[in-house]
């Protein structure tokens, strides 16, 4: 019998059977070769925060304390998985045995799908491009909701695979220098890979000046928090031009002290705006939705024009999960995009 990876509590992960039906009428087998984790939300429920905020009530559009979790245990973990097909149901039309798809699903080895659930992987694009789309998606959303315009520069605070997605979507939106913020040294270098312009070290200066200074004084017209970190934005607040567009589009804790909004915020009046793909309608509704927004990114990561190659590592065996996972949380400078191997 095939083996998932749960998360059963807060931190506690676990191995857990589940059955593999037949396909029938238009369900495809799909046998897992890769996947891929996403960091920022499955990491909030690993660690327990979406259960600590309580459940949202969507009638009322609040967030309720002390009633049941957002999530609730025991939850799948892993966001992305490239597969074959092994074997189709009578009423497929698009997709044969061996045909290489790509789709949304928690780490496990096999599953049965309707075929209109998931994308045939182009001919020539790799893997690590195709289980970022999910971060291309909210990157692509935070640069449209930030207004990046040709000329523009703008700083991206936190290289975790959204932010290094943000970086190349700037650039394609037309911006002329891209800056990155990142603490860990193996992000800044993808970072720097991928096209940042200037990568600064947050913990070696003060990253909101230096941005001011990269920009003859003026600021970012656009600054993009995916960091979640409270010095991330104040900093974000503190190197936005006069009147720039400042994006959270994080989904972090509860901030504590330091996110001081009668300094540089007061004076600069910038504009905070939150950004989250999935919270339709979309500000351009309904010209953009977020179907329009996948099939858009995933268009530009078949041609090449978004790159996820030096995004997901390390990459470990499925195996090795239960082991590996748990560090995106305790050791973050292991890894940028946790990807597995089956």
């Known amino acids: 019998m095939p083996k998932r990876l749960i998360c059963t509590a807060k931190k506690t992960l676990a191995w857990e059977d589940y059955e593999l039906t037949e396909p029938t009428g238009d369900q495809v087998l799909l046998v897992s070769e890769f996947a891929a984790a996403k960091h920022g939300t499955e990491m909030s429920c690993f660690k327990g925060v979406m259960y600590d905020r309580g459940h949202f009530d969507g009638e009322m559009a609040v967030w309720m304390p002390g009633a049941e979790g957002w999530c609730s245990f025991p939850v799948g973990v892993g966001n992305m998985i490239v597969a074959r097909v092994e074997k189709t149901g009578p009423d497929v039309k698009t997709l044969a045995v061996g045909d290489k798809v790509c789709f949304h699903c928690c780490f496990q080895p096999s599953i049965v799908l309707p075929e209109g659930a998931v994308r045939k992987m182009p001919a020539g694009l790799g893997w690590k491009s195709a289980v970022c789309l999910d971060p291309a998606v909210f990157a692509f959303s935070a640069v449209r909701d930030g207004h990046v315009r040709v000329g523009d520069t703008v700083a991206v605070y936190g290289m975790g695979a959204i932010g290094l997605m943000v970086i190349q979507i700037a650039r394609l939106a037309?911006?002329?220098?891209?800056?990155?913020?990142?603490?860990?040294?193996?992000?800044?270098?993808?970072?720097?890979?991928?096209?940042?312009?200037?990568?600064?070290?947050?913990?070696?200066?003060?990253?909101?000046l230096e941005v001011k200074k990269a920009t003859d004084k003026r600021g970012a017209d656009v600054t993009i928090d995916y960091s979640g970190d409270v010095k991330a934005m104040h900093d974000a607040l503190r190197g936005a031009a006069y009147g720039g567009n400042v994006v959270a589009g994080a989904m972090p804790s509860a901030y504590g002290a330091g996110l001081?909004?009668?300094?540089?915020?007061?004076?600069?009046?910038?504009?905070?705006?939150f950004s989250r793909a999935c919270s339709q309608p979309d500000r351009d509704h309904p010209r953009w939705s977020e179907r329009r927004i996948t099939e858009t990114c995933w268009q530009w990561i078949a041609q090449g024009r978004i790159n996820g190659e030096p995004v997901v590592q390390p990459v470990v065996a499925y195996d090795e999960l239960i082991n590996e996972y748990p560090l995106i949380a305790t050791n973050p400078e292991r890894s940028v995009k946790l990807g597995a191997k089956f």
């Open 174 to 208: 037309g911006a002329s220098k891209v800056i990155a913020i990142e603490p860990l040294a193996n992000r800044r270098a993808v970072a720097k890979e991928l096209g940042a312009d200037l990568v600064l070290d947050p913990n070696a200066c003060d990253a909101g």
């Open 260 to 273: 001081d909004f009668g300094a540089e915020a007061h004076f600069n009046v910038p504009n905070i705006i």
